[in-house]
C-alpha cells in the first residue's frame, strides 16, 4: 500500500513539474512590442504604383504632426473676414530636409533645395524591404530626394517672395527664403497701442528683396504686399496696415519678430518714427506671414525676373526649428 501511494506521489510530481514547463513560454505577450511588430501599424497606407509593381506607401504627411507645429504657432485660426474656414495648417510655413540614418541628405550631399510642403506631401515611406526610403513618384521632383534609410525630417521657417504672380511668365514662382539664413537684431519698440515698450530679436525683411529678387533701382518702384497665412487683410482702421500694402520705404523699417520678451513669436512689424526715445509701431503686427508681393506702383504688374545673380544660401544654420522622426524598421 505505501509503494502505491509512493508511486502516487511521483505521479503528481511529475505532472505538476511538466505543468511548470508547459506555462514558461519563451514568446513575449501579445502586448508587448516583439520581434514581429510592425512599426508602421499605426500609420495609413495607401497603394502606389512603384518600380513596376503596386505597393504599400505611407503618405509622408502624417509624419510631421499638424497639430505640434500648429502649437508652435498658438494655433492660429483664419480671420472671419478672410472668407476661410477652418483653422490654419502651419505646416506650409515651412521648408522641409529629410536625413538619412547616416545622416546622408539631398542639402548637404547633393547641393539640393530643401522642400516646400506641397512636394513634401506629396511622398510617401516605403517599407524596410523597399530600403526604407521617402519616394516621390512625380517626375517633377528629382531622384536625389527619395532619401533610404530615412530618418529625420528638419524643417526651416519660411517666407516665400514671390514672382510672375499673373502667370505671364509661366509663373507664379515662389523664391524660398529660409529665416535662418539671415542675421538678426536686438529690437526695441512700443506696442501697436503705445503703451509698453518691448524688446525682441528680430530680422529686417529688406534683406530678401536681393539683386536677384529686384534691382536695387528699382526697389523704390514696387510696393510691397504681405501674404498672411490666416487669411488676414488689412481694412486701414485701428492701425491695420490698408491690404497689407506697404511702400519701400516702409518695408525698410519691417522686421520678422521671432522672439518677444523671451517668448516665440511670429510676426512682422513695421518701425515708425521715435517717440521718447524709442521708436513707435508704424501698424499693428501682421501675424503668421507666408509671402510677400511685390508690385509696380505704374503698372499694378509682379515681375517675372530681377537682374541675375545668384539666390541667396536657403539655411546658414544646422539646427532646424522643429524636428520629427520616421519611425525605426
Known amino acids: 500500500m505505501k509503494k502505491i501511494l509512493s508511486l502516487f506521489v511521483c505521479l503528481g510530481l511529475i505532472i505538476s513539474f511538466s505543468g511548470c514547463f508547459d506555462d514558461d513560454d519563451s514568446s513575449p505577450p501579445a502586448d508587448s512590442p516583439g520581434d514581429n511588430t510592425d512599426p508602421l501599424a499605426n500609420y495609413t497606407s495607401e497603394d502606389i ?3 513596376g509593381e503596386t505597393i504599400k506607401g505611407y503618405p509622408l504627411l502624417q509624419f510631421v504632426s499638424e497639430s505640434t507645429v500648429n502649437n ?3 494655433d492660429p485660426e483664419w480671420d472671419e473676414n478672410s472668407g476661410n474656414t477652418g483653422p490654419v495648417d502651419c505646416r506650409k510655413l515651412f521648408a522641409y530636409r529629410v536625413i538619412a540614418s547616416d545622416n546622408w541628405n539631398p542639402y548637404d550631399d547633393k547641393g539640393a533645395d530643401d522642400m ?3 512636394d513634401f506631401k506629396s511622398g510617401y515611406l516605403l517599407e524596410k524591404i523597399y530600403d526604407a526610403k521617402v519616394y516621390f513618384p512625380s517626375e517633377e521632383i528629382f531622384k536625389m530626394y527619395d532619401v533610404k534609410n530615412a530618418q529625420d525630417i528638419n524643417t526651416y521657417r519660411r517666407i516665400d517672395i514671390l514672382k510672375d504672380v499673373d502667370g505671364s511668365e509661366g509663373g507664379p514662382t515662389a523664391i524660398i527664403f529660409q529665416l535662418s539664413a539671415f542675421s538678426t537684431e536686438e529690437l526695441e519698440y512700443w506696442n501697436s497701442k503705445q503703451l509698453e515698450v518691448i ?3 528680430g530680422i529686417s525683411i529688406d534683406q530678401m528683396f536681393s539683386e536677384y529678387v529686384i534691382a536695387a533701382a528699382d526697389k523704390g518702384n514696387y510696393d510691397y504686399k504681405f501674404i498672411l497665412a490666416d487669411g488676414f487683410v ?3 482702421t485701428g492701425g491695420k496696415l490698408l491690404d497689407n500694402t506697404c511702400t519701400w520705404e516702409e ?3 519691417a522686421y520678422y519678430i521671432f522672439e518677444e520678451d523671451g517668448e516665440v513669436k511670429d510676426k512682422i512689424i513695421i518701425l515708425g518714427p521715435e517717440e521718447g526715445g524709442h521708436p513707435t509701431q508704424a501698424y499693428k503686427s501682421l501675424k503668421v506671414p507666408e509671402s510677400i508681393e511685390f508690385i509696380d506702383i505704374g503698372s499694378g504688374d509682379n515681375p517675372a525676373q530681377g537682374t541675375g545673380g545668384s539666390a ?14 520616421f519611425p525605426v524598421q
Not at 541667396?312 to 522622426?325: A, E, N, Y
Open 72 to 74: 508652435h504657432f498658438g
Open 199 to 201: 524688446t525682441g530679436k
Open 234 to 236: 488689412g481694412d486701414g
Open 49 to 51: 504604383l512603384y518600380d
Open 251 to 253: 518695408l525698410q523699417q
Open 312 to 325: 541667396p544660401d536657403q539655411v546658414s544654420s544646422d539646427t532646424p526649428d522643429m524636428h520629427f522622426t
Open 116 to 118: 516646400s510642403w506641397d
